[in-house]
Every structure is written in C-alpha cells, then in structure tokens.
C-alpha cells in the first residue's frame, strides 16, 4: 500500500483534487466575506476554525502529537532551518494580499499574477532544491508546462479581466503572494518529512497562519474603523473553508517530497480552474454564465500537467 501511495501519479491525482477543494474554499470564504463585510476578517474565522479541529486532534491522536514535538527536535538537530517552519506565516500573507488586492484588481488579474508567481518560482524552488523533492533541473518541458499554466488561467478568465489602468502595486504585492506560495509549499514539505506525519505540519502551518492573520487584524481594527462583527448567521457551508484548508494543506505536504513543487503547482491549478468550472455548472452564482474561454482554459491546465509529467517520467 505504502508503494502505491509513493507512485507519482496517485498524489499527483491528490493534487488535482486538493485544487478542486480550494476551488469550493474561495467560495465558502468569499460567501462568509460578503457576510461579515471584511475579507481579512472571514480568513481570520476560516483559519482559526480549522486549527481548532487541529488542536483537537494534536490532544487526541498521538502519532499527531509526537510529530508535532518532533519538529523543534529536528530544528535543535539541523534537520531544519527555523525559517523553513514558517510556512503558515506565508499562507497568512497570502490571504491579506489577496483580501486587500482582489477589491483593487478583480479576482481574474488577481489569479493571473498569483500563478504567474507560482509557476516561475516554482521552477527556481525545485531548482536549488528548497523542497524534499531535492534539486531537479530548469528544463525545456518543465519552462513550457509552467508558461502553459500561465495561459490556461489567463484563458480560463479572460471574459473577466477588466480594462483600464492598473495598480500596478496591488499587481505585485498578488505576484510576491503566488512567489511565496511555492516557497511555502516546499518548506512545508520539509516540515512534514521531518515531523513523519503530515497532520502535524499541518497543525504548525495553521497556527503561525492564524497568527499571522490574528496580528493583522488586530492592526486593522486599532487604526482604521473596521470593527469585528457578527460571524453567526451566514449560511452553514461557508463555515467549511477551514476544514477544507486542513484537507488541501494535508494534501501538500504530502504531494510535494514525491513529486516536486512545479508537478504540485501544476496539478493544483488544473484542479481550481475544473473546480471553478464544476461549480459554475452545477451551483453558479447569480449572473454567472460558463464561457468556452473557462472550458479551454481547464484543458490546456491539463496538457500543462501531461506535459510535466512527461518530462518526469522520461528520467
């Protein structure tokens, strides 16, 4: 069992179906945003909520708790870097950019930069090895798969990418998020390898990121007017982005020491673009309409991933 699992093309399919999941996260935490009127806020409440049920399981399940005491072990050791258990503190990052971006840029330009940040520095993350997949090499297939990524989200949302001017701070801030994406996603694999349990960085990777989001709130509400509200009475399924994070975190730390953080990076933004599509089909938005441009854009995230694995499976 433990053989099929370390097969690529089982946690490249896990990928896939993590970015499906994150694909029904944003809309839980965009519907919990509407309602208590603050983007930073309802990541707050997704982040927190999803380390309360990881608390819970760090107390009860022991093989989780001793991961979680192997972690400043393997620090004291040198088996990590202090820095590289700092990854939730970049998944925080990444949620007050895009909480503090998306208003100014739309969500369409926001995704464009994201993985355009993603995928380039994914292929530098692999290169010099930060992740436990070790060092790959810059090749020809993998430059092309992550351009191709590129086009497939550019594609999937170019009926909504507005014109006019733009900020082009708000533009980098969302490309520094996607470049820290892909840092995270090694690190963390790095964490997971040395806590030998996956749930246990997991637990570390939420509670530095409701920190983080915690410390920026509190700046938020001391020195502007946005107060906490209410976040009782939104629809139940909004209350399941945090739940759904642990699983796509899970996922991560997992996927990345088998198949490198480019091959993650591609699985998963195939399966947000399928995952956006499916949810326009199935339970779409007031005025939303599913465009041929989303359908290409899924297909050629596809041939993006068939691509990477190509190459992969040809060394």
């Not at 297939?141 to 992550?146: C, G, I, N, Y």
Request: glycine share 12%; proline share 4%; hydrophobic share 60%.
């Amino acid at each position: 069992m433990a053989a099929l699992l370390q097969h690529r093309s089982i946690p490249i399919v896990a990928a896939f179906l993590g970015g499906c999941l994150s694909a029904m996260q944003s809309r839980m935490n965009g519907q919990l945003a509407i309602y208590v009127g603050d983007g930073l806020e309802a990541a707050l409440y997704s982040f927190g909520s999803g380390l309360v049920i990881l608390t819970i399981l760090v107390i009860v399940a022991r093989p989780v708790r001793e991961g979680v005491l192997r972690i400043p072990a393997a620090v004291r050791a040198g088996g990590l870097q202090w820095w590289q258990v700092l990854g939730g503190i970049l998944g925080g990052y990444f949620v007050a950019v895009q909480s503090a971006t998306v208003p100014v840029l739309g969500v369409a330009i926001f995704m464009v930069a994201v993985v355009a940040g993603q995928s380039g520095n994914s292929l530098f993350v692999d290169r010099v090895g930060l992740g436990p997949a070790g060092k790959q090499p810059i090749t020809t297939q993998r430059v092309v798969s992550a351009l191709l990524a590129i086009a497939a989200v550019a594609l999937a949302v170019s009926d909504r990418l507005r014109s006019g001017s733009l900020s082009i701070v708000a533009v980098l801030f969302a490309l520094s998020a996607g470049v820290l994406i892909a840092v995270q996603s090694a690190i963390n694999g790095r964490v997971a390898r040395e806590a030998r349990n996956p749930m246990s960085a997991t637990f570390l990777n939420f509670l530095l990121g409701t920190i983080a989001l915690g410390v920026a709130f509190g700046v938020s509400w001391a020195f502007t007017d946005l107060d906490p509200s209410n976040p009782t009475g939104a629809p139940w399924w909004s209350y399941l982005g945090g739940m759904i994070g642990i699983v796509f975190i899970a996922i991560a730390v997992w996927v990345v020491p088998i198949v490198g953080v480019l091959m993650f990076a591609l699985s998963t933004i195939a399966g947000q673009l399928f995952g956006a599509l499916a949810l326009d089909l199935v339970v779409p938005t007031p005025g939303t309409e599913v465009a041929w441009n989303l359908v290409a854009g899924v297909l050629l995230a596809f041939f993006a991933v068939l691509v990477a694995a190509r190459r992969r499976h040809s060394h």
